[in-house]
């Protein structure tokens, strides 16, 4: 398939700047992917329309203040943003590092291997050990404890809003989900950013299973496609992790019959990176890349909860993967009729 097959025409006024208020009164476009048939909701109405036997899948990771600012050791300014820990060699590691980090670096030809960095006036050092293409380089930070490795970024940092946001985010919890537990990504799981403390728990007395993946966004999300052929394009690897735990409980409910719901994108490759041909997940801890997009086999999820994304973006065609292209493209349309808030801090899409 060609990458212009996953183009659509947005009026820039549609891409939301901030979010709302209330978090889940975002509107929610629900499609069938059977029928094509399309029906108009708010978010706060998600707990009518699951079922109870139904289990949600959602990423925990957290978006680490990973922009930062600072100078070479020539005077120069830099800037960061992290990606992905790595091992010192810059393999990726089976965890996340908090001492060596793939970075994207500004200005990035002037970044060299060997150069020293300095942020908040000398409170975090890094010396850059390797140079990469695309402008990314391998950086090493002065500092041995993850913890307080964190601690420092939670000052130093900033939050790294994508680039089609313009305005600046007064809250940086808002960029969060309510369940966020583990620190490591460059951008939110945004399918997550509707649901509020008080709407989990109305889904729980329902009947419905909650479990959590983790799987740290990182480079992929801002990587375009280029390939006009999508089957040469290459995924990013990203660091996820499935517990024992959210493998028993993902595992009983398709045994009993029940539907896996993934809550965002990342959460529908983590769950599809561990599946057997049953649909059955194992634990794991390590890194994905898988790209999913149409005439991909679906072997675990049943549903999907997103937001809209990007025209001619990877994460676009796993939506029509699973949903079909054409089914994708006309529910687009409609929800640009009817005037719907996208990307980031915009609606949401229920896909069943």
Sequence with gaps: MKKSDFYYDLPKELIAQKPLSSRDQSRLLCLDRQSGDIRHRR?????????????????????????????????GVVELLLLSGCSPSGERSETQSATTWMCLARPGRRVKAGTRLFFGDGELTATVIAEHDEGKRLVEFDITEAEEFYRI?????KTPLPPYIREELNDPERYQTVYSRCSGSAAAPTAGLHFTKELLLEICANGIEICSTTLHVGLGTFKPVKADDISGHKMHSEYMQITDETAAII?????????????????????????????????????????????????????????????????????SAFAG?????????????????????GDACFII
């Design 43 to 75: 978010f706060c109405e998600l707990p009518g329309l699951l079922q109870s036997g139904d289990c949600l899948v959602l990423n925990d990771s957290r978006v680490i203040p990973a922009r930062l600012l600072g100078k070479k050791d020539t005077g």
């Design 325 to 345: 292209r054409e089914n994708v493209l006309r529910a687009y349309s409609e929800a640009i009729a009817e005037r719907y808030r996208f990307y980031s801090f």
């Design 153 to 157: 970024l939670e000052r130093l940092g």
């Design 251 to 319: 595992n009983r409910v398709k045994s009993s019959g029940g539907r896996v719901i993934a809550i965002g994108t990342t959460s529908c490759r983590a769950l599809e990176s561990c599946a057997d041909l049953d649909g059955m997940v194992s634990p794991f801890e390590g890194h994905t890349d898988i790209f999913i997009y149409p005439g991909y086999e679906f072997k675990c999820i049943d549903g999907l909860l997103t937001n809209f994304h990007l025209p001619e973006s990877t994460l676009i065609m796993l939506v």
